[in-house]
């Protein structure tokens, strides 16, 4: 059975950093998809950033560019999302997902991905 946990998040400043972790268990994730997700109070699930565990190419939404980056420990079967310059809009919960061998055309949407996290709360105050 896949399980994700999440950790890493917290209550930071505007213009600090937090690095969140997914770490996986329960299968070979090889040719995985690992995402991560947003949910804000009162608006739906977005998509953050995504990497593929066999080659490490990430992808991520246009108001996180240049501001996060996705990387994973294939080791630790852990992958992890560095967060900089924060702004209150980042304020969210945050979810790692899974699913196995994804395509570009599909990676952004929440309801293909197979396996969750319990999801991990990032506040960022102004």
């Known amino acids: 059975q896949v399980e994700l946990v999440e950790s890493g998040g917290g209550l930071v400043q505007a213009g600090g950093s937090l690095r969140l972790s997914c770490a996986a268990s329960?299968?070979?994730?090889?040719?995985?998809?690992m995402g991560w997700f947003r949910q804000a109070p009162g608006k739906e699930r977005e998509f953050v950033a995504v990497?593929?565990?066999?080659?490490?190419?990430?992808w991520y939404a246009d108001p996180v560019k240049g501001r996060f980056t996705m990387s994973r420990d294939n080791a630790q079967n852990t992958m992890y999302l560095q967060m900089n310059s924060l702004k209150p809009e980042d304020t969210a919960v945050y979810y790692c997902?899974?699913?196995?061998?994804?395509?570009?055309?599909?990676?952004?949407?929440?309801?293909?991905?197979?396996?969750w996290g319990q999801g991990t709360q990032v506040t960022v105050a102004s």
């Open positions: 329960g299968r070979t994730f090889s040719s995985y998809w």
């Open positions: 990497i593929t565990w066999s080659n490490g190419n990430a």
């Open positions: 997902a899974a699913r196995k061998s994804m395509t570009r055309a599909t990676m952004t949407f929440s309801d293909e991905y197979d396996y």
